[in-house]
């Protein structure tokens, strides 16, 4: 599923609409290029568990900022991982595999420490204003969360 986004707002208003279809356990993948709307949208999903998203920042220097709302949110930024290997040692799994929701930015530096289910949105740079958002999901959770979205969304 590919979702237009038009302004900074419209990516929240998506990040609402998938904080109202997400459980405890969840896992949701960002990934795109720096400045391509993962943290905006982030703001967005912690707005909709009911998270200040002014209190929402790029965890690029700590890694990994939780935060409390209707589920705990939990934040990652691997951006400045080289290897899975330094990730290893965080007790990832710990947070992966809770109870919290989970937003991974830059997951592809996880390489085979990926989860083996979770949702992924990959955010392109259209133009200054506009941005695509592609929606992969793997698992059947996964695909039925994909569908409930994508019905909210079109209305």
Known sequence: MKILSLSANQTLRIGRILARKLCG???ILLSGLLGAGKTVLAKGIAQGLGINRDNVVSPTFVLLR????????????FYRIKSP?????LGYEEYFY??????IEWPERLKFLLPREFLKIKLMVK???CRS???TARGLRYKRLLKDIYEDIRH
Request: proline share 0%; charged share 30%; net charge neutral.
């Open 127 to 129: 133009d200054k204003h």
């Open 85 to 89: 290997k330094e990730i290893l040692g």
């Open 25 to 27: 356990g969840d896992i």
């Open 133 to 135: 958002l592609k929606f």
């Open 66 to 77: 939780v935060y409390k709302g209707k589920y705990l949110l939990n934040h990652f930024d």
């Open 98 to 103: 809770s109870e919290a929701a989970t937003l």
